[in-house]
């Protein structure tokens, strides 16, 4: 068992549709369970120097995220831990440093107001 589960809202949204030229996605939400965490100092350092002010934290969670992906026009899943800010889905591996359980290391970055 993961440490720290909570429960966490998901936003996912789908397959984009085309109309009058504009793509439109429709957002579903959900939820998951994952242990919510700060990056440590040493994530923070291996960060791009004009991204280590931004607000991002890391999730443990046996659910599988999804990043945006160009090919397919997807966009990135958010998450939402306590009904305020959104998150989106950087980055997603597998995590299997010495725990006996299968997870996912997922890395979000808080969204600014407008993208929310």
């Known amino acids: 068992m993961i440490l720290g589960l909570r429960t966490l809202n998901l936003r996912r949204y789908s397959v984009p549709t085309w109309a009058a030229g504009r793509a439109t ?4 939400t959900s939820t998951f ?3 919510w965490q700060p990056l440590n100092g040493r994530e923070i350092a291996m960060l791009p120097e004009g991204e280590r002010s931004s607000d991002r934290a890391k999730i443990y969670t046996t659910t599988l995220l999804n990043t945006s992906e160009q090919g397919t026009k997807i966009q990135a899943d958010e998450v939402n831990r306590d009904g305020f800010a959104w998150f989106k889905v ?3 591996g597998p995590y299997f440093d010495e725990s006996p359980i299968p997870h996912y290391r997922v890395e979000v970055v ?3 107001e407008a993208d929310a």
């Open 25 to 28: 996605a429709t957002p579903a």
């Open 33 to 35: 369970l994952g242990s």
């Open 90 to 92: 950087l980055k997603v």
């Open 110 to 112: 808080r969204l600014q």
